[in-house]
């Protein structure tokens, strides 16, 4: 299901993912000092890319987080978090720069969910990902133990691995 936190860290790996395809393109400006604000109108999302270590596999969306996690440690580049009020326009409230810009990504995001939401899309495979299947072959975004027990000793787990490639019943 997607919800705000989910989306505000997938426009951080796209943000990434952007910064990564620059360093390719331009690997001169590695030996420049670089940095960069992220603004965000969720503290969620903010306080979960701040840490300085791995998220727990039992956080939510922990898929993403842990591709955040990864790839902006390998950026040479400092990063400054910044959180925005979001919503201001709606509110009639006196717009910076921050704000006018966080109402325009708010509503292109919006208008992309309205174009793909009657079809959904599996969470796909991140570049760092530790964990990414399940025993039903899905992405997980999230290491819940009892969703794992269950699907590993589900009766029809036998079948499941018979269908896989190279892999026996036994």
């Not at 395809?21 to 940095?35: E, K, V």
């Not at 270590?53 to 898929?63: A, G, K, M, S």
């Not at 006018?100 to 570049?127: E, V, Y």
Request: aromatic share 6%; hydrophobic share 35%; net charge positive.
């Amino acid at each position: 299901a997607q919800s705000s936190y989910r989306a505000e860290l997938g426009g951080i790996c796209g943000i990434i993912s952007v910064l990564e395809a620059l360093l390719l393109a331009y690997p001169h400006i590695r030996t420049l000092r670089l940095s960069l604000i992220i603004s965000l109108d969720n503290a969620s999302a903010i306080t979960s890319c701040q840490h300085s270590h791995p998220p727990r596999p039992d956080q939510p969306c922990y898929d993403l987080l842990l591709d955040i996690f990864y790839r902006l440690k390998a950026l040479p580049i400092e990063v400054t978090w910044h959180k925005v009020e979001g919503h201001m326009k709606e509110k009639g409230k006196i717009m910076d720069r921050w704000a006018i810009l966080n109402d325009q990504m708010d509503s292109k995001a919006k208008q992309h969910l309205r174009r793909c939401q009657d079809t959904p899309r599996p969470n796909q495979p991140l570049p760092t990902s530790r964990i990414q299947r399940s025993p039903r072959a899905k992405i997980l975004s999230r290491v819940h133990i009892k969703t794992l027990y269950k699907a590993f000793t589900s009766p029809d787990l036998p079948l499941y691995w018979a269908k896989t490639p190279r892999m026996t019943p036994e």
